[in-house]
């Protein structure tokens, strides 16, 4: 699998300096794993640096309990001329429990940028 295909994944513990006064993710701390995942999945597709235009929607499913693991999964749903757009994922687990469930999910607007910070075009899918 190329990485014009490939999902950009990883996992994180919630630590209490992540917590709410509920116990559970901080919203923002969530924003903030959610465009890293998209950012570092755009910035794979793209072959160099992203920034983010727009994050278009998150969805707040259920809280995540300090303890929990939350696994992010990032794909690049579109590709313009440098501009894409990122589906992130993030699927809460109790370890040792077969209790997954997708906490939250987002859409993220991501552009190619060159050294200057202007938008770069984007390469076709195997390009080389």
């Given at each position: 699998m190329s990485l014009?295909?490939?999902e950009t994944r990883f996992a994180e513990i919630v630590f209490p300096e992540q917590a709410n006064h509920y116990?559970?993710?901080f919203g923002?701390?969530?924003l903030n794993l959610m465009s890293k995942a998209a950012a570092i999945?755009?910035?794979?597709?793209?072959?160099?640096?992203v920034?983010?235009?727009?994050?278009d929607r998150v969805d707040?499913?259920?809280p995540v309990a300090?303890?929990?693991?939350v696994e992010l999964v990032a794909r690049v749903e579109r590709v313009g001329r440098s501009s894409m757009t990122v589906s992130v994922e993030v699927v809460a687990e109790t370890l040792g429990k077969k209790d997954r469930k997708v906490a939250m999910?987002?859409?993220f607007e991501m552009v190619a940028v060159d050294e200057n910070g202007r938008p770069l075009a984007i390469a076709p899918p195997n390009a080389e």
């Open positions: 014009d295909q490939a116990g559970t993710l923002g701390t969530a999945a755009a910035a794979r597709r793209a072959g160099g640096s920034v983010m235009a727009r994050s707040f499913h259920m300090v303890g929990q693991l999910r987002g859409s």
